[in-house]
């Protein structure tokens, strides 16, 4: 079951060191062993991309329990967007990590979702310029600040002293999450994560990117992370380098005087998941689909063999479900993906109460 299968199955697995473990997972995951199974007009990445842009769009807007502000240790400013606090204080709380551009609000069909499905508590981390938060200190970072994700879980384990702290990163906030599991190794914070729709390591997520993909979330990020805050970050060296950027390689090879460090390389070795993925405990689960037009299948190969060395872990590649996609119909209750993270979530949370 663990092991990889024919190419022409509807997902392949790739177990980490403790097969024990992910064959009990595997086997309470029914919904992740099958695979995801769109119709044939949703079997390419284009067709996810619509579904993922149009289900999202039209979710209604979100009312949370508790929108709150935090300041950083250097007074940048994150936030913290909850929803089902009045839960008991033992029920787990799923932390979500967000995408490139993104935020809580903007995942808000996704975290709906997982509230129904797991009836825990759920918790949008926010980074630095998200979520409509200002820049009260500098330094921006597509990938976000292992740092500030540490004070926002121990704010949120001061808030939930009782509850376990489960994590999912979508997109770019796969990379910071699995950034901080590798540095805080027996320490984190998190009894399982999930990683969705990883790159992998920045080099070479980014150079195979999807063209068509590439130009638009290049001219998003100049949008996003510059235009907006022009008051604030355009006298700062490589702001215009990062301005004049044609791909996303581009934008990053000049970023890291942005994100507050001295070289390229020094960006790199901070910001990178696969600098220190090798170092990860805590158990995760890993996925990734073939016809990912930004995350390109390409980089789940060079790493399998890294991620199958983690103890606890197993990388799911489907045929179908394009970048974080993985609709099965035109409808926002059609999430695969939904499915098989609950499935997971309370599969690790069986295995943590099991002695």
Known sequence: MAMPVSVEAPV????????NWADRILEACPTLRAGCRPPRWARNGHAQAALSLLLDDRAPNKVWDLDERLTMADGGTVSLQWDGLNEPQETPVLVVLHTLCGSGDGLRRFI??????????????????????PLTAHG????????????????????????????????????????????????SRFE?????????????????????????????????F????????????????????????EFHEHLYALAGYESRKAYELASDP????????????????E??????????????NAMQKLPRAITALTRYGG?????????????????????????????????
């Not at 392949?12 to 097969?19: L, T, W």
């Not at 992998?200 to 949008?223: A, C, E, F, N």
């Not at 510059?226 to 390689?249: K, P, V, W």
């Not at 993925?277 to 996925?287: Q, R």
């Open 323 to 355: 970048h974080c996609g993985f609709f099965e119909q035109a409808h926002p209750d059609s999430s695969w993906a939904d499915r098989a993270f609950t499935e997971f979530l309370k599969a690790a949370e069986v295995e943590r109460l099991s002695p």
């Open 112 to 133: 709906n979702s997982m509230r129904q499905k797991l009836g825990w508590v759920v918790v949008a981390c926010n980074r630095r310029g998200h979520a409509d938060l």
């Open 140 to 187: 921006i970072n597509t990938m976000g600040f292992v740092r500030d994700l540490e004070e926002q879980l121990d704010h949120i384990a001061a808030r939930r002293p009782s509850s376990p702290l489960y994590g999912v990163g979508i997109s770019a906030g796969s990379g910071l999450l699995v950034r901080y599991l590798g540095e805080k190794r027996e320490a």
């Open 192 to 224: 399982a994560g999930i990683a969705a729709g990883p790159a992998y390591d920045i080099p070479s997520g980014l150079q195979h990117v999807h063209w068509g993909y590439d130009t638009y979330l290049t001219r998003k990020m100049i949008r996003f």
């Open 274 to 289: 696969m600098q220190v993925a090798a170092d990860m405990t805590t158990p995760v689960l890993v996925l990734n689909a």
């Open 226 to 249: 510059l235009e907006r805050n022009r008051a604030t970050l355009g006298d700062h060296e490589g702001f215009d380098r990062c301005l004049q950027a044609r791909t996303m390689m």
């Open 291 to 304: 016809d990912d037009p930004v995350c390109s299948v390409i980089n789940v190969h060079r790493h399998a």
């Open 12 to 19: 392949r697995f790739f177990p980490g060191a403790d097969r």
